[in-house]
């Protein structure tokens, strides 16, 4: 399984961006995917997640500013960005479970103040 992201990018505070996840098998074949992001110095932290049935989870911290989705025609799931922060830059990872976990390479998200 291969997981390629894109979106990534320089923004202003409050401003927005949209990431992708393409990935090489269908996005519903999987148990569920996500968005992880590791800021300098941070450990990896779960941002979102989708499950094969859609529902879907936030860490507290995005509630209400980022929606996680997919795309079935193009086999894409997305992670919008709204009202971005500072305290939002990092390098947001897209993962994809099944039998593993399985990981992209990761597209840089930065947000000046």
């Known amino acids: 399984v291969q997981l390629v992201e894109s979106g990534g990018g320089l923004v202003q505070a409050g401003g927005s961006l949209r990431l992708s996840c393409v990935a090489s098998?269908?996005?519903?074949?999987?148990?569920?995917m996500g968005w992880y992001r590791q800021a300098p110095g941070r450990q990896r932290e779960l941002v979102a997640t989708i499950s094969s049935v859609g529902n879907t989870n936030y860490v507290d911290s995005v509630k209400g500013r980022f929606t996680i989705s997919r795309d079935r025609a193009k086999n894409t799931m997305y992670l919008q960005m709204n009202s971005l922060k500072p305290e939002d830059t990092a390098v947001y990872y897209c993962?994809?479970?099944?039998?593993?976990?399985?990981w992209g390479r990761g597209t840089l998200v930065t947000v000046s103040s």
């Open positions: 993962t994809a479970q099944l039998y593993s976990t399985y």
């Open positions: 098998d269908s996005i519903f074949s999987f148990n569920s």
